[in-house]
């Protein structure tokens, strides 16, 4: 049994070498694009290096093992190659996609930029292409990626059948695993978090639909992932309801956050402590009662839960169109069917054939002038609260009797944490970035400081970004965190005035990661998200 992988990312590498450990199957290609910018991961991943950024526990230990690159255990020398053969290959030879008994997409669906809210598929198209060019009968294609609900039984369908000219769910089938994995605990989080597995509907001898548990594209997709489980349970379904299932796992977490990020700034304008809140509404305990609340914030950031509600958004209508093409019903056109279109057998019908109604779905989506569904709104609180970093730093400096406006004014501003999410190196679509340009377009000059984060496209040249946080601080006149990476929360408020000798001692903090009154005490002017009591 020969695995193929197409997508050599962060998704799609652990994925691969946890195929290829897994006795089950015999050997696992890693489909790569030989291109400028990624052609390199081949060559590393062939001689047992990972490509990826970051620590991944475990990670380089699999790839080593599994390409035959495993120091023989033990004596800790790193003596010859182990006894272990080599079970998986990165290749860019794509038609090696026709030895392989199960494939798998793990490509990326980026949204062009953080204002179209349309997911680019390119990348995605051109996986499809290549696994339909090269699919053989009896071939099993799962798509990995976050995608639009109705892309499985709709456009991968489509374009599949089209390269290959073979028919889904029946010479081949089709599925939708979606992947759940965090940056930093790939591994872990592929073999213990439950897998949800989605294969299209089929149809049996006599016509009837076969769907979720009982379609054999779902059984095929379990037979796959089941190896690969070690804590994790497989979760059967429609190949819809799977992409529902992840886009709105996410879309959740975005809305519970959005949840916070609100009652937080109603905290502000009430002058109380938002955390005191949300330990009280938390302290109703019993069943059923889940815990309320997630963590306000400066943000929120990475490539899912800011695109994954409009994934969900556009998938409502174009399942709900696929419905509306598949049971619009009509009085049948006569010019089209060649024979007459025979009127009903009077003896049956008591009444005259009445025109059935065309079948008009609800639209779910026909929501009151002008009204977004709650999940936008929740979007759009949560890409607010970099502008509201913004304001609560403008009110710190006019605390401090200064003026976040023009270049004359020479503010000096220390940013501290630029990745999206706490103690990773991670920092696609941070609202760090939104901040930033705020500031710079007030005229203000940034110091950026992230302990992970190693590059920084798009910012000023003239800008200072360090490791050295001392360097980045000295000289400010305030300090802003905008995430909460563990070295934060142990700065000391003397240290900082004192070493850096900052100019007027403010600090803005977006990820709660200091004590406000041991701040204040040292002289500190303080602003919280949340903290509307300091
Ligand atoms: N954030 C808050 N408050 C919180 C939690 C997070 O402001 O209480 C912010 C973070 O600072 C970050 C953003 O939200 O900017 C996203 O944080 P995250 O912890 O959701 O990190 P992701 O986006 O890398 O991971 C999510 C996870 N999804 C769920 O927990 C449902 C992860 O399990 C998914 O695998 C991942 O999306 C994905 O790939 O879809």
Redesign the pocket.
Known sequence: KKIGVIGMGYVGIPAAVLFADAPEFDYVYGFQRDSITSGYKIDMLNSGESPLKGEEPGLDELIKKVTGNAESGGDGESSGKSAGRRKFECTSDFSRLSECDAITLAIQTPFKSREDLIPDFTPLIKGLRNAGRYLTPGTLVVLES?ITPGTTEGMAREILEEESGLVAGEDFCLAHAP?????GRLLR?IREHDRIVGGIKSYDADGRVLDGIDSPNTKRAMELYGPVLTKGKLIPMSATAAEVT?TA??T??DL??AA??QLALYCEAMGINFYDVRRGVDSLKGEGITRAM????A???????TK?TYHLERGVKIVNEGLKLKFSVGTPDASVSTEPFETPDASVYTEPFETPEPFEPLDPLDFPEGKESLYVLARQI?DFMPHHMFTLTKSALRRAGKVLEGPENEIKIALLGWA???NSD?ARD??AEVYYKLCKDAGAEVSIHDPHVLSYPGLDEGDNISHDLDEVIAGADVIAVL??HKEYFSMKPEEISGTAGVKCPAIVDG?NVIDPDMWIDSGFIYKGIGRGDK
């Open positions: 976050t992947e759940r994995v965090m940056v989080n992840k796992e996410n959740f977490r519970q956050i916070a990020n997630l963590l306000p914030g943000g929120v950031g990475g490539h899912c839960l994954d949560n999206f999410l706490a991670d941070t609202p995430a909460g990820r």
